[in-house]
């Protein structure tokens, strides 16, 4: 939210005629962004008032990205900036006098210093490029692009805040700003894109040139897209079943879930993150009794890592017992009605496991080896 308020407030501030200061007639602008953001949270009340988010503070990164990774992760977008960061300088320095030229080269020669001395060029580069966008928003005239520019420095600002700080979470140091690189670089390539136009207009006064620069963009941004397409093109199942995936057992197990009443709990097998375990909880809305549990560790904090554990051990001895009684005994003590055996389950555990599994209650639905028995009636919500 405070970026995507910021950008509001920019966007209110940088009047295409000027910037507006919070006095005369840009009171006006200043309260219109107090007013959204408090809109904004009215809202959203709800969620802020029942939402207690885990957080650990913010520390100085102890990693930070490489050029390559910042040509791929926003080459595409980033490249214009830079170049319009160039022309809002050259024009500012005016380079056709003798003086200017040595103050362009001066510049030049900075970044590339301070790259080279402090071993970090990302950070240095993002920081002149934001700070000139800054400048920019102030330099530029009537019909220049003040609000686009405001955007590119609110765009190039949110890359260069992972490159300094992160929010800590529960992630150790190796993963340490994974989270704060998502979300930044997230809403950074939104407010980039949308500021695309002006930049590339800044990047260089010259129509063939900036042609040029789109197709070369355009070009290096097309790969991903055609093979994503040229994969769907030549699939077998084609269409918008986002499902199509599944084994047959394990579709037929998310259609009899979708078909329980309101407090149904399920219990699946408990694998990894960025795997396709939870995947009936997942497809279904029937929460399961646990899921990712690192991705519970993210929001809770450190301290939920001892009820996931137990829950993960509950999980593995319910389907590894062999015994139909002490089946339902841990489902009840988990407090879930439904216990779900599809490819994966299948897989992981022996058929004499799963066959006492079977026996523990009423079978619902039956797929290919693939099966979800209720145990016990859900409690209503």
């Known amino acids: 939210m405070p970026p995507t308020l910021v950008a509001i407030a920019l966007l209110l501030m940088a009047g295409d005629e000027r910037w507006y200061w919070p006095t005369r ?6 309260l219109a962004a107090v007013g959204v953001a408090a809109g904004g949270w009215i809202t959203t009340a709800p969620f802020h008032l029942g939402f207690k988010p885990f957080f650990n503070g913010i520390g100085l990164v102890s990693a930070w990205t490489s050029p390559p990774d910042l040509l791929l992760y926003g080459g595409c977008l980033l490249v214009p900036v ?7 300088l050259r024009r500012e320095l005016d380079v056709s006098s003798e003086l200017g030229q040595a ?10 210093v301070l790259a080279a001395a402090t071993g970090r060029p990302t950070l240095i ?3 002149a490029v934001t700070a000139v966008m800054v400048a920019g928003v102030m330099w530029v005239g009537p019909g220049e692009g003040r609000p686009g520019l405001a955007l590119a420095a609110l765009g190039s600002f949110l890359f260069l805040v992972p490159e300094v700080v992160y929010v800590a979470d529960g992630y150790g140091d190796q993963l340490h700003r994974m989270n704060t690189v998502f979300k930044s670089y997230i809403q950074g390539w939104v407010f980039l894109a949308a500021a695309l136009p002006v930049a590339v207009r800044w990047s260089t006064p010259r129509r063939w040139v900036r042609t040029a620069l789109l197709v070369v963009m355009v070009s290096a941004a097309l790969p991903h897209l055609v093979s994503v397409g040229l994969r ?3 699939s077998s199942n084609l269409g918008v079943d986002g499902l199509a995936w599944m084994d047959a057992g394990d579709r037929a197990i998310v259609e009899a879930l979708r078909e329980q009443p309101p407090g149904a709990v399920v219990i699946e097998a408990v694998g990894g993150a960025y795997t396709e375990y939870g995947r009936l909880s997942a497809a279904t809305g029937v929460p399961a009794y646990l899921g990712w549990a ?5 929001w809770r904090g450190p301290e939920i890592l ?3 554990e137990g829950r993960k051990d509950l999980v593995n001895r319910l389907y590894s017992s062999g015994d139909p009684d002490e089946v339902r005994k841990l489902a009840a003590s988990a407090g879930a009605d439904l216990i ?5 389950e299948l897989r992981a555990f022996s058929p004499g496991e799963l066959a006492a599994v079977a026996a523990a209650g009423e079978i619902l639905v039956e797929k290919d080896g693939a099966f979800l028995v209720r145990v016990s009636e859900p409690s209503p919500e």
């Open 340 to 344: 779900a055996v599809g490819s994966l």
């Open 103 to 112: 103050a362009m080269l001066a510049t030049g020669a900075a970044v590339v």
């Open 125 to 127: 580069m993002l920081t």
């Open 232 to 234: 769907q093109g030549r």
């Open 306 to 308: 001892t009820e996931t």
């Open 25 to 30: 007639d840009g009171r006006r602008r200043w």
């Open 294 to 298: 690192n991705h519970e560790m993210v």
């Open 82 to 88: 830079v170049l319009a960061a160039v022309g809002l």
